[in-house]
């Protein structure tokens, strides 16, 4: 019993001791000096939190649609918005380096330091391989280098009846480049080149020719023009603003 008693003093003297050192000055002084210290940590972080990321506050997305990539970049330099750009396309009536997409889309609401990503125009146009249309029918071979971005310069007919309305040659710049037994592989900047093309014709079809191009030429001029191509003239309807036919 004596043994119990013993540990029961010594540890009532424990707990004595323990609080009178929590309600001690000595500790609450510091106790409180820990807790506002704390509290100011808590504060700055939070305030500091907030200023940085804006807490709150959302912004609208300009319409960068149109303007070109410079534009973007002078108009965006102290901005709230970061730009990237991650894709090109190729569009020749279009200015070099015009925004054609963005994303996010203009006006949307998004916070501060966003990135928005932009589509733009290639500076210059992309080389593609003029596509082998030797032997196919007029109308895929047409499309086939319209889907290239290959114009068709003119067209003309040549009789062979073993294959007619088929593709006998393509030519470029004046010189063949595709017939039967040739390809040469030639690349062209995009939209930027047109060939001429020779199409078989059965004799028995007749003999077809093609239209010239009367568009903005005088009256006297397309007449003249039309006669040596050999084909006649319909009618000649005004518009009636008309008051000199020359």
């Given at each position: 019993m004596s043994r119990l008693s013993g540990i029961g003093n010594r540890l009532k003297n424990f707990f004595t001791e323990v609080f009178y050192f929590l309600t001690s000055r000595t500790f609450l002084y510091a106790f409180i000096k820990m807790a506002a210290l704390l509290a100011i940590i808590v504060f700055i972080t939070t305030y500091w939190?907030?200023?940085?990321?804006?807490?709150?506050?959302?912004?609208?997305?300009?319409?960068?649609?149109?303007?070109?990539?410079?534009?973007v970049l002078e108009q965006t330099k102290n901005s709230h918005f970061n730009i990237s750009v991650i894709d090109s396309t190729y569009k020749p009536d279009q200015p070099p380096l015009m925004v054609m997409e963005q994303n996010p889309l203009p006006k949307a609401k998004v916070k501060v330091g966003r990135t928005i990503y932009l589509?733009?125009?290639r500076n210059a146009a992309p080389m593609v391989e003029v596509p082998n249309v030797w032997g196919r029918s007029y109308n895929e071979a047409k499309n086939l280098l319209e889907y290239t971005g290959i114009g068709i310069e003119?067209?003309?007919y040549r009789v062979y009846p073993e294959a007619p309305n088929t593709i006998l040659e393509v030519i470029l710049d004046g010189k063949v480049i595709q017939k039967k037994g040739v390809d040469k592989k030639?690349?062209?900047?995009?939209?930027?080149?047109?060939?001429?093309?020779?199409?078989?014709?059965?004799?028995e079809e007749g003999t077809i020719l093609s239209i010239p191009?009367?568009?903005c030429k005088t009256l006297d001029e397309a007449l003249f023009m039309i006669e040596?191509?050999?084909?006649?003239?319909?009618v000649v309807i005004s518009d009636g603003t008309v008051t000199d036919s020359l």
């Open positions: 939190m907030k200023c940085y990321t804006h807490h709150g506050e959302s912004f609208s997305v300009t319409d960068f649609r149109g303007m070109t990539l410079p534009q589509t733009v125009n003119s067209e003309e030639i690349k062209v900047p995009k939209g930027k080149k047109k060939v001429k093309i020779i199409i078989a014709q059965d004799p191009k009367l568009v040596a191509s050999n084909l006649n003239v319909g």
